[in-house]
């Protein structure tokens, strides 16, 4: 390729201009309540307990901050992202994540839902509210995707055709819940659902490859993916390349900001030197993101 990846991120506007692109479509990016996010950043402060690999956060900054790095990265659009580990915290968390979509414009205001009595009416209420994504994680709340209490949420969301950006795969660790059957059978009840799975499946990347193909809205994320933390400890077949090249308008690019390991650049550079073209790469830094939510240059 002629355009060579950014060597840090000073140098990640160019790269994207390069490119020809606007700027970054980052679909997997999290900005939470303060008190949520200090114990968040406290268990990857103990990652070497958890993951047995140190796992320093990078982007460990104050919110103005970190809202500064992102837009001089040239991020042009980005969620927020939460999610519970317990009943009775989602409605609370979709009532932060608006507040502060409103007051940012380059934020896709966020939503989050746990199966209990209660999904279904604060999912239509945060639809209602103008949530635009969806943020789901299985191994944090361990819970089933295909628990009963949440059929009528996943049918409203298959309805409405919201991406719902879902950490589904068994790492950086196992879950009950985790893995590709319950995402397969899922999938099955409600074919229609706009998936986004998260860090492209890792480490089953091989059948998240299989659900992406099959169905026409599932998505993949490209968050932590191929760079040199994730190759240590979850290393992608290459022989797997040509089925993400031929995926190449199914693919968006996601980072885990603020909580990853390296700088934002690296993110970058490791998808291209998967080396699957400037096309495919220009789709996924920009035009799918772009078109899943509706972001204009």
């Known amino acids: 390729m002629s355009v060579p990846p950014p060597v840090d991120d000073a140098d990640v506007p160019r790269y994207w201009r390069e490119l020809g692109l606007p700027g970054l ?6 900005f939470l309540p303060a008190r949520v996010q200090a114990k968040v950043w406290q268990y990857f402060a103990e ?6 690999a140190p796992w320093p956060v990078t982007y460990a900054l104050p919110v103005e901050e970190r809202l500064a790095v992102l837009a001089a990265l040239g991020v042009r659009a980005f969620p927020t992202l939460p999610y519970p580990h317990r009943p009775g915290m989602a409605a609370w968390l979709n009532d932060e994540a608006a507040a502060f979509a409103a007051e940012h414009p380059a934020v896709l205001q966020s939503a989050t839902f746990f199966p209990e009595p209660a999904a279904a009416a604060y999912v239509a209420e945060a639809l209602d509210a103008g949530a635009r994504v969806f ?3 299985v191994q944090v709340g361990s819970f089933d ?3 009963p209490l ?5 049918a409203r969301l298959a309805e409405t055709g919201t991406p719902v950006v879902i950490h589904c795969g068994s790492g950086p660790l196992r879950g009950e819940h985790t893995g590709p059957a319950p ?3 899922l999938l099955e009840r409600h074919p229609r659902l706009q998936l986004v799975i998260a860090h492209l499946g890792m480490p089953e990347y091989a059948a998240f490859l299989d659900l992406t193909e099959r169905y026409e809205r599932v998505h993949l994320d490209t968050t932590m993916f191929a760079t040199d933390f994730t190759e240590r400890l979850m290393p992608f077949d290459r022989a797997l390349l040509p089925r993400l090249a031929a995926l190449r308008d199914k693919v968006v690019l996601g980072s885990d900001f603020p909580a990853i390991p390296y700088p934002y650049a690296h993110q970058l550079a490791a998808l291209h030197r998967l080396d699957l073209g400037e096309e495919w790469l220009r789709a996924v830094l920009w035009s799918n993101g772009a078109r899943l939510f509706g972001v204009t240059a």
């Open 135 to 137: 943020k789901v994680h």
């Open 47 to 52: 990652a070497e307990t958890h993951y047995g």
């Open 183 to 185: 995402m397969a059978g």
């Open 145 to 147: 995707p295909r628990d």
């Open 25 to 30: 479509v980052d679909v997997h990016v999290h």
């Open 150 to 154: 949440l059929d009528a949420v996943w």
